[in-house]
Nanobody, 125 residues
């Protein structure tokens, strides 16, 4: 199994920045890709950004391109999500995910096998 622990959520004003971190432990050699998803009450969990664990290839949903950056530190088994120019519509619980499926151009939550507990991001207008 793989365990994921997120940190870095919080409250920020529109236009501000936050950085989320996700530390992986356990059987990390199983990981092919990691990603970030977000979810609001009553809505589907949606893909935000993903990164291939070994090659560093990235993928983003259109609404966050040019504002969010996903990166990884393989030595620390940690993935980051740098979020700039935040908007109120970015408000959600953000979940870190790890999967044995290689990163695809349009990942879905079914591609990921392990999930963190979630961290709240609130952007005020």
């Amino acid at each position: 199994q793989v365990q994921l622990v997120e940190s870095g959520g919080g409250l920020v004003q529109a236009g501000g920045s936050l950085r989320l971190s996700c530390a992986a432990s356990g059987r990390t050699w199983l990981i092919s890709a990691m990603g970030w998803f977000r979810q609001n009450p009553g809505k589907e969990r949606e893909f935000v950004a993903g990164i291939s664990w070994r090659g560093g290839v990235t993928s983003y949903t259109d609404s966050v391109k040019d504002r969010f950056t996903i990166s990884r530190d393989s030595a620390k088994n940690t993935v980051y999500l740098q979020m700039n120019s935040l908007k109120p519509e970015d408000t959600a619980v953000y979940y870190c995910a790890a999967g044995r499926t290689p990163l695809r151009s349009t990942p879905t939550k079914e591609d990921y096998d392990y999930w963190g507990q979630g961290t709240q991001v609130t952007v005020s207008s």
